[in-house]
């Protein structure tokens, strides 16, 4: 199963550093990402050898060419580098003053849209992905069902303050 030692032993690292993020409270992007749960969040990146792997991760399932050395993101609600410093929806809910897109009156807009359906769209085409992959490569961008739940609880939220208004 493993062909040296050194092997094992980023196995063990990254199993450590896999336990370690999943004890953590979820960090919800802008767009319904899990920032926590992404490979590239600067808290899941301790290696080489793991930025190696997101990296032909990415190529292999996004067709994006991230250099390993690139392989870094503080996420989009910090401060710092940010893997996707072209993303519309980041700047889109800034302007609107919103905490995310599910608040926002225009959800779903174009800029969203192409963004929710990407792990569909990855699911599709890989249909048999590997278990691991799926976790490290689709899971985090599932966000459809995320905003949408994040959608209802607001607009519960505002329902309840426009009662306790009227009290």
């Not at 032909?56 to 410093?85: H, Q, T």
């Not at 069902?145 to 607001?154: A, P, Q, T």
């Amino acid at each position: 199963m493993f062909a040296s030692f050194k092997e094992l032993l980023r196995f063990f690292i990254e199993r450590r550093n896999i336990l370690k993020f999943r004890m953590r409270r979820a960090i919800i992007a802008r767009c319904g990402n899990r920032c926590d749960l992404c490979p590239a969040f600067n808290e899941n990146v301790t290696s080489l050898f793991q930025r190696e792997a997101i990296s032909k991760g990415w190529k292999k399932y996004f067709n994006m060419d991230v250099s390993p050395g690139d392989v870094e993101c503080a996420g989009c609600l910090n401060r710092g580098k940010i893997i996707d410093r072209r993303c519309p929806v980041r700047s889109c809910v800034k302007k609107q003053n919103v905490k995310n897109c599910a608040e926002c009156p225009h959800f779903i807009c174009g800029k969203l849209k192409p963004r929710i359906e990407l792990a569909d769209e990855i699911k599709k085409e890989f249909p048999k992905i590997p278990k691991r992959d799926y976790k490290r490569f689709v899971r985090p961008y599932e966000s459809r069902e995320r905003l949408l739940e994040l959608r209802k609880k607001h607009k519960e939220q505002i329902a309840a303050d426009r009662s306790n208004d009227r009290s």
